[in-house]
């Protein structure tokens, strides 16, 4: 089947720890995204990448990294610099410019 | 920044009545999505719709890019129609901006 798969589901890590999502796509896309959900709220863009090897900041880049090394995997990194990082993180991809499709979501919980 | 307002925030349907939510963004945009968050948080693709009309199953939508609204229609509400409708577009290049979102629950 074609998709996006997010990995793990839930996640929970102590406060100081970096920690990596997981972002794998098989729809042949150029380009994929990370968003930010906080409850009761809409999709904040973290990093965009539109080919590999590539890849720029969105709008609340700061304590996140990523990297792009293959044209399916996009994984983001949370690092501890991240004020408040527990919230829902979905990635997406998309043809350039075009229709986004969403993975299921990873809920990281930091205490 | 392109800003982006969804109405109404929260609607409350009764099962198998008709609704009209809205998106209103303020420039120019050379993309638009439809999106509906279901209770789990997937989102699942609605419609993309950077102008003109479309239609899926009872569900349809219109954007008139030259007045920069989105409109999404759902007819005959079902309980399972329930969650987060989000409008997102783009300006150009790979950067989305996402409304906040219509917060619809359908009562059986």
């Known amino acids: 089947d074609g998709g996006i798969t997010q990995s793990p589901k839930y996640l929970f890590r102590k406060e100081g720890q970096n920690v990596t999502l997981s972002c794998e796509q098989n729809l042949n896309h150029d380009a994929m995204y990370w968003y930010r959900q906080d409850p009761g709220q809409g999709l904040r863009l973290i990093y965009y990448s539109q080919i590999v090897n590539d890849f720029q900041k969105g709008d609340i880049a700061e304590g996140y990294s990523v990297s792009r090394e293959k044209k399916e995997s996009f994984p983001l990194t949370v690092t501890s610099a991240q004020k408040n990082p527990t919230a829902f993180y979905l990635c997406?991809?998309?043809?350039?410019?075009?229709?986004?499709?969403f993975g299921p979501g990873t809920r990281l919980t930091v205490t | 920044g392109i800003q982006v307002e969804q109405s109404p925030p929260d609607l409350i349907l009764q099962e198998g009545a008709n609704s009209t939510l809205r998106c209103n963004f303020s420039d120019s945009v050379n993309n638009l999505q439809w999106f509906h968050q279901n209770p789990w948080g997937q989102l699942i693709n609605l419609f993309y719709?950077?102008?003109g009309t479309k239609q899926n199953g009872r569900l349809s939508a219109t954007t008139v890019a030259t007045e920069r609204y989105s409109l999404l229609y759902i007819s005959s509400s079902q309980t399972t129609d329930s969650g987060v409708y989000f409008c997102a577009v783009g300006a150009g290049g790979f950067k989305t901006i996402f409304g906040a979102g219509t917060r619809l629950f359908v009562k059986a």
């Open positions: 997406a991809s998309s043809p350039p410019a075009g229709e986004q499709y």
């Open positions: 719709i950077p102008s």
